[in-house]
């Protein structure tokens, strides 16, 4: 079962770096990632920006681009077959919500602040210990998860360790 972590770094950079951590602990299937985001604020910056790991609607784009020059090959316009599917895949696509909740993504946005940075992510794994010692070197601090109290205190000890 996957569960969702957000981790708070101080320092708007680290969620960046832990990413990085994450992909790795991925390619050696230590973890199972759902879907991940990154919020930061850099001290110079207006507010946050978010950057989400899976892009719905690039991959909208993508395959509306395929199924829109398919069509329109058949009615001998493919070109504007392809433009048409395009737009109305990216469109489709922005208005998918798969994975952290957006709404979530925007709370957690609202809590950060200049010069932080956050890491979230719907992740399952059978080793937490491992994954925070990978994680501690950045320093986070646990915001919020949605494990019960008990398996969440055990999580905070380990990132506290």
Not at 110 to 139: H, K, N, Y
Not at 147 to 161: I, M, N, P, T, Y
Request: aromatic share 4%; net charge negative.
């Amino acid at each position: 079962m996957a569960t969702l972590k957000v981790l708070r770094f101080d320092g708007p950079d680290k969620a960046d770096q832990a990413m990085k951590v994450l992909g790795s602990m991925l390619t050696r299937h230590l973890v199972s990632v759902a879907d991940a985001a990154v919020v930061t604020w850099p001290q110079d910056a207006k507010g946050p920006k978010v950057k989400q790991a899976v892009n719905t609607a690039g991959a909208g784009a993508l395959s509306g681009t395929f199924w829109g020059m398919l069509i329109g090959l058949i009615f001998f316009m493919p070109l504007l077959g392809a433009a048409i599917g395009a737009l109305a895949g990216a469109v489709g696509g922005a208005l998918t919500d798969i994975g952290i909740n957006d709404r979530f993504i925007n709370d957690m946005r609202e809590r950060i602040t200049p010069g932080t940075s956050a890491l979230l992510m719907l992740v399952s794994t059978d080793a937490p210990d491992r994954m925070a010692d990978e994680m501690r070197s950045l320093g986070p601090e646990l915001v919020s998860t949605n494990l019960s109290h008990e398996q969440e205190a055990k999580l905070r000890e380990l990132f506290e360790a």
